[in-house]
């Protein structure tokens, strides 16, 4: 496991992940500025090019509609014949297990980490620690299976005392880097809302970044915040989905804005007073006209990887 401020996940500083970019090191605004340029431009180089989809992150702004995206995606996938796994990341967040159908959810991932008495935290499971890690090495406790879904979640934290975020961001960027995915093997991944998580590297191993965008001046620049790092992370796939869209009028100054922006998008899911509906109970209906909307997005997604 890495350090928790290092972005290229090296253990310490001139270990053999070590780029020497600075940033453990930075004592001002202009070093840390400059030692992410330098990793900026390392990633960029070493982006893996025209990679076929496996690892989808979705991300945006708290409320946006994140989860919905997930559940509606990977259903779409699963009706495609990929096999997905649903791994939520967003340690604050209870009702995702909820809204795929599980009446329970997993022994959270977050367990297999100890707390040493120098207050560092070292992983215990032994099923984590080699370099690949396939879907079906992870034992049964921490992964729900069923109705063509596997569901996989980092933990919540619970109360005030528990610890720092961090580790448990550490250890899911940690588990989707290793995961060797097989034919039609898909992982989609529900990120905590904001920006925070992408300076510890849970999106760093992924090959599509997917940001969900509705129509508000803080969601459209937090998209291009979103989209400038993780690009410069390497991810060379890297969408907007514009979601909660009153009308064509809004879809077309939301997409035009955010090619202003460089953020290309991929599609559109229109508001639909159906999901709200259905939220208040927990669930997201997979038979509604968002979920025939996202058919066409994941369509063009999976297109893009052909
Ligand atoms: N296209 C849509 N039309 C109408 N309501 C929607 C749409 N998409 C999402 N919603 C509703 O918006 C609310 C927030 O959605 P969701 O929980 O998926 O957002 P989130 O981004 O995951 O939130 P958080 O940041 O808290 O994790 C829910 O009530 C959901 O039903
Ligand atoms: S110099 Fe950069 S790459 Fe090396 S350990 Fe520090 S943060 Fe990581
Ligand atoms: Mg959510």
Redesign the pocket.
């Known amino acids: 496991m890495g350090l928790f401020h290092c972005p290229m996940g090296a253990a310490f500083y001139e270990d053999d992940d070590c780029i020497d970019c600075g940033m453990c090191y930075a004592k001002t605004r202009d070093e840390m500025i400059e030692a992410s340029k330098k990793i900026r431009a390392y990633l960029k180089s070493h982006a893996p090019k025209n990679s076929i989809i496996r690892k989808i992150a979705v991300c ?1 702004k ?7 995206i997930v559940i509606l995606l990977a259903n779409v996938l699963k009706e495609a014949g990929y096999s997905v796994l649903i791994f939520d990341t ?1 340690e604050s ?1 209870p009702g995702l297990y909820r809204m795929l159908g599980f009446d329970k959810q997993p022994r959270a991932l977050m367990t297999v980490l100890r707390r040493l008495p120098s207050g560092k935290k070292e992983v215990t499971a032994k099923w984590l620690t080699p370099d690949q890690i396939t879907v079906a090495d992870i034992p049964s406790g921490y992964m729900l299976g069923g109705d063509g879904f596997k569901f996989l979640m980092v933990g919540k934290i619970e109360d005030p005392f528990q610890g720092c975020a961090c580790s448990m961001a550490n250890i899911a960027g940690d588990l989707v880097g290793k995961l060797a995915l097989q034919d039609r093997e898909i992982v989609v991944i529900d990120i905590e ?1 904001g920006i925070e998580s992408f300076g510890r590297g849970v999106e760093r191993n992924v090959d599509t970044v997917l940001i ?1 965008v509705e129509p508000s001046f803080e969601s459209m620049a937090l998209a291009e915040k979103i989209a400038y790092m993780a690009e410069g992370m390497g991810i060379s796939r890297v969408r907007a989905i514009l ?2 869209v009153p009308s064509d009028k809004v879809r077309q100054r939301m997409a035009e804005e955010l090619d202003k922006k460089g953020v290309k998008t991929l599609g559109t ?4 007073p159906e ?2 509906e ?2 208040f109970e927990g669930t997201t209906p997979v038979n509604s006209r ?1 979920a025939e909307e996202m058919k066409a997005i994941a369509e063009l997604l999976l297109d893009e990887s052909k």
């Open positions: 945006g708290g409320g946006v509609g994140k989860s919905t967003d967040n809302a969900v979601n909660k899911i229109y508001f639909d999901l709200s259905a939220s968002a």
